[in-house]
């Protein structure tokens, strides 16, 4: 059992930057897909970013690209989701997921296995 710890939310004004951190001491095999899922109140899951196992590359949804950044540290077992530029639509609880199936990371919720326990992003002024 793949155990993930996301942290790094909080209060953050429009503008504004958070960077959020997905860790589990498995990730250093680098054998995982890893993906960012958020959920707003009232509204259904929706996939953020995403990054490859083994240099695989990053995919992004298209409402977050040129604003959020994915990367990963294997040494440190982390990976990280930098926020830039958030706006108030941004405000949801953030997911870190993995996954070893597939080729490439989806953005699509149901492809992905372990699941970490969220946390919360809140864009406003």
């Known amino acids: 059992q793949l155990h993930i710890v996301e942290s790094g939310g909080g209060l953050v004004q429009p503008g504004g930057s958070l960077r959020l951190s997905c860790a589990a001491s498995?990730?250093?095999?680098?054998?995982?897909?890893i993906g960012w899922f958020r959920q707003a109140p009232g509204k259904e899951r929706e996939g953020v970013s995403c990054i490859s196992r083994s240099g695989g590359g990053t995919n992004y949804a298209d409402f977050v690209k040129g604003r959020f950044t994915m990367s990963r540290d294997n040494t440190n077992n982390t990976v990280y989701l930098q926020m830039n530029s958030l706006k108030p639509e941004d405000t949801a609880v953030y997911y870190c997921?993995?996954?070893?199936?597939?080729?490439?990371?989806?953005?699509?919720?149901?492809?992905?296995?372990?699941w970490g326990q969220g946390t919360q992003v809140t864009v406003s002024s």
């Open positions: 498995e990730f250093s095999g680098d054998y995982y897909h």
């Open positions: 997921a993995a996954t070893r199936r597939l080729r490439l990371c989806v953005l699509w919720g149901d492809k992905y296995d372990y």
